[in-house]
């Protein structure tokens, strides 16, 4: 299935979760937010598959002032 990820197109396998998202980022599932389609997306709901074609954005957070 095919995702647009932080703007690149991607092909991940489809039923892909939010965590498993992250998992093929290499991305650790703390510190992170994710939007779907421009919305956020909210951790309770990170172990559903997310939709084909969605446009998903993963934040980090970032230290500094």
């Known amino acids: 299935m095919e ?5 690149d197109d991607r ?3 489809e039923g892909t979760s939010a ?3 992250l998992e093929l980022l290499g991305l650790p599932d703390k510190g992170v937010a994710i ?3 421009g919305a ?3 951790r309770s709901g990170w172990d559903e598959a997310l939709p084909a074609y ?3 954005e993963v ?3 970032v230290q500094g002032g």
């Open 59 to 61: 934040l980090t957070a």
């Open 54 to 56: 969605a446009d998903v």
């Open 3 to 7: 995702l647009t990820v932080n703007g």
């Open 40 to 42: 956020v997306h909210p």
């Open 19 to 21: 965590v498993a998202l």
């Open 11 to 13: 092909e991940v396998p």
């Open 35 to 37: 939007a779907v389609n």
